[in-house]
């Protein structure tokens, strides 16, 4: 016997819906590619996003074809999202600092229709177009501007599409398990592989990111998600923002410290998220200005593991809690997130404190397992001590790559994520290493992790990364590639030395090398893979 309840699919144009009917007048405030900025509304959003998803319907598209975006967080950017997915398009969404080839081959491999772009990326776009085989359209995020039509006279301006349209729209209604986004991995091997979420997986995700035990998002908070859209769609917060009816600040292309550190006191951002890296780039601008980041409650942390030192100085300096948590494009990307539980309250201030260290515990609707190296279905034991594949599963964990017949799962139906990690009898996931970052020194495995937390929480270390390098008698050993703060002298004995009585005397690198600037991806993270290849044989030279 079925329920006698109501049944609506899960869709992503509900969600623009309820922020129109019941936010409209939420503040959603954006930085433009020339740093002016725009001040609108969810009322607007909804309204604009409509008005594009009725340009649309004039392209002549089928129902799953895909609309790609190259573009910075903005409004624009926010309502072509709506107005693609709303529509039942497939809202494909490009990172521009990808390799020309590797833009092409996403491109293509998407089969994309649409190319909707910054101004900013007009030249990128120009560089591949030759090499595009699906595209039809072209559309610049921005208002009519002659120079750009010259150079791509095909090119259609976003103000101009929805200024002739009505936003009369009524969103069509399809199934929940309809594919609604595609974001490629980031390919650090081979090449790119498409993720495609449905529909009901962004909000069932959108709920699960919101909750208290999660980024704790309400109605009352103004988000800033310095994590760009094109990164695993900022984490679902563009989503869950419409949701719990959030003010959102959108921060476009300056992503330094000091743009941020304005944005966060100019607009009153109570919680903002990104990568360690752009967390760092913040704290440097913050202690040059002086600010206090007074409005700013919670940041959080992810994309790669958030050093201790870190959270610590939100903490002490700037009262600001910081929410460390992990996942993926495969994991859309929630898989878990450092909130404490009630037994935790009883713990010295200390205790607590270092709780919060960890990559937290799987949010409800994910299960994480860990499963030893021979064998990837054999689970371990959660004792929080004894290392494994980190394993997932979950309503919003992907099953199958973008084209591909094969499953991307273990014969189990568990998706095997490259990480290495421990977990507690609570689920609290403690990440030691991606499986190829961990250094294999004379047999024994050292984390990398480890190691670039200590060398972080120096004062005149901006940020590091250890890496394995090839050692003629221990097979690997760890060295230390690290830039120091401006005007620090410091050594490479200084920086062993560090290391003295915080770790085996055995871990310790063996090389410290100081770099005017470290090789950064796409999304900010360290491109440790290029680290190895430059330094691979500094420890083979005699
Ligand atoms: P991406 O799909 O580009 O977002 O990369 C996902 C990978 O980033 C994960 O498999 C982890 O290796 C790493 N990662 C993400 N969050 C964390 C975290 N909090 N701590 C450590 N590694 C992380």
């Known amino acids: 016997m079925n329920g006698n309840m109501m049944s609506q699919p899960l869709l992503i144009s509900s969600l623009i819906e309820h922020a129109q009917n019941y936010h409209a007048d939420t503040a959603i405030i954006s930085k433009?590619?020339?740093?002016?900025?725009?001040?609108?509304?969810?009322?607007?959003?909804?309204?604009?996003?409509?008005?594009?998803?009725?340009?649309?319907?004039?392209?002549?598209?089928?129902?799953?074809?895909?609309?790609?975006t190259i573009a910075w967080n903005n409004h624009r950017h926010l309502e072509s999202w709506y107005g693609i997915s709303g529509s039942g398009y497939i809202c494909h969404t490009i990172n521009p600092r990808l390799f020309p080839e590797q833009l092409t081959f996403i491109i293509n491999d998407a089969d994309d229709k649409v190319l909707i772009f910054d101004k900013t990326f007009l030249n990128l776009v120009l560089s591949i177009q030759a090499t595009l085989s699906s595209v039809e359209h072209y559309i610049c995020l921005d208002a009519y501007d002659e120079a750009i039509k010259t150079a791509l006279p095909e090119v259609q301006f976003y103000d101009d599409l929805i200024a002739t349209q009505s936003?009369?729209?009524?969103?069509?209604?399809?199934?929940?398990?309809?594919?609604?986004?595609?974001?490629?991995?980031?390919?650090?091997?081979?090449?790119?592989?498409?993720?495609?979420?449905?529909?009901?997986?962004?909000?069932?995700?959108?709920?699960?990111?919101?909750?208290?035990?999660?980024?704790?998002?309400?109605?009352?908070?103004?988000?800033?998600?310095?994590?760009?859209?094109?990164?695993?769609?900022?984490?679902?917060?563009?989503?869950?923002?419409?949701?719990?009816?959030?003010?959102?600040?959108?921060?476009?292309?300056?992503?330094?410290?000091?743009?941020?550190?304005?944005?966060?006191?100019?607009?009153?951002?109570t919680?903002?998220?990104?990568?360690?890296?752009?967390?760092?780039?913040?704290?440097?601008?913050?202690?040059?200005?002086?600010?206090?980041?007074?409005?700013?409650?919670?940041?959080?942390?992810?994309?790669?593991?958030?050093p201790p030192s870190m959270i610590q100085t939100f903490k002490a300096v700037y009262d600001c809690e910081t929410i460390h948590a992990w996942g993926m494009t495969e994991t859309s990307p929630l898989g878990s997130v450092n909130q404490m539980k009630a037994k935790h309250l009883t713990l010295s201030e200390e205790e607590q404190f270092k709780s919060r260290f960890s990559q937290g515990r799987p949010p409800f609707g994910v299960k994480l397992r860990i499963t030893d190296a021979e064998n990837s279905t054999n689970e371990i034991q959660r004792n929080g001590k004894t290392a494994g594949n980190l394993q997932i599963q979950g309503h919003w964990?992907?099953?199958?790559?973008?084209?591909?017949d094969q499953s991307a799962l273990t014969s189990d139906?568990?998706?095997?994520?490259?990480?290495?990690?421990?977990?507690?009898?609570d689920g609290y996931l403690n990440i030691s290493d991606r499986s190829k970052d961990l250094i294999k020194s004379g047999g024994e495995w050292i984390s990398s992790v480890e190691l670039e937390n200590?060398?972080?929480?120096?004062?005149?270390?901006?940020?590091?990364?250890?890496?394995?390098?090839?050692?003629?008698?221990?097979?690997?050993?760890p060295i230390l590639i690290a830039k120091k703060s401006l005007e620090s002298q410091l050594t490479e004995k200084d920086v062993l030395d560090f290391y003295i009585n915080k770790i085996a005397k055995w871990q310790i690198p063996d090389k410290v090398?100081?770099?005017?600037?470290?090789?950064?991806?796409?999304?900010?993270?360290?491109?440790?893979?290029d680290l190895r290849d430059q330094y691979n044989a500094v420890l083979l030279e005699a």
């Open 271 to 306: 919680t903002a998220l990104g990568v360690p890296t752009i967390w760092q780039g913040l704290l440097n601008a913050a202690q040059q200005s002086g600010t206090q980041l007074k409005s700013l409650k919670r940041n959080v942390v992810g994309g790669a593991s958030c």
């Open 397 to 404: 964990i992907v099953d199958t790559y973008f084209g591909k």
């Open 167 to 269: 936003n009369h729209f009524d969103w069509p209604m399809f199934d929940e398990t309809r594919a609604s986004s595609l974001c490629y991995t980031s390919g650090t091997t081979g090449n790119p592989k498409g993720v495609l979420y449905s529909h009901r997986s962004t909000v069932l995700h959108s709920y699960a990111v919101s909750l208290p035990d999660s980024f704790k998002l309400s109605a009352t908070d103004r988000i800033l998600p310095v994590v760009p859209m094109f990164h695993v769609s900022a984490w679902g917060t563009p989503y869950a923002a419409a949701m719990v009816g959030c003010s959102l600040v959108l921060p476009g292309p300056m992503l330094d410290g000091a743009s941020l550190v304005q944005l966060i006191d100019d607009y009153q951002v």
């Open 32 to 68: 433009n590619t020339d740093g002016s900025m725009t001040q609108s509304d969810w009322g607007e959003i909804a309204n604009n996003s409509k008005r594009f998803a009725n340009a649309l319907k004039t392209f002549n598209l089928s129902a799953s074809d895909r609309v790609a």
């Open 454 to 477: 200590i060398a972080i929480a120096h004062p005149e270390i901006d940020i590091v990364a250890v890496i394995a390098a090839p050692h003629p008698k221990w097979d690997e050993r």
């Open 413 to 425: 139906g568990w998706f095997d994520t490259g990480d290495i990690a421990t977990l507690d009898q």
């Open 513 to 529: 090398i100081f770099v005017d600037a470290m090789p950064l991806g796409g999304t900010g993270k360290i491109l440790k893979k």
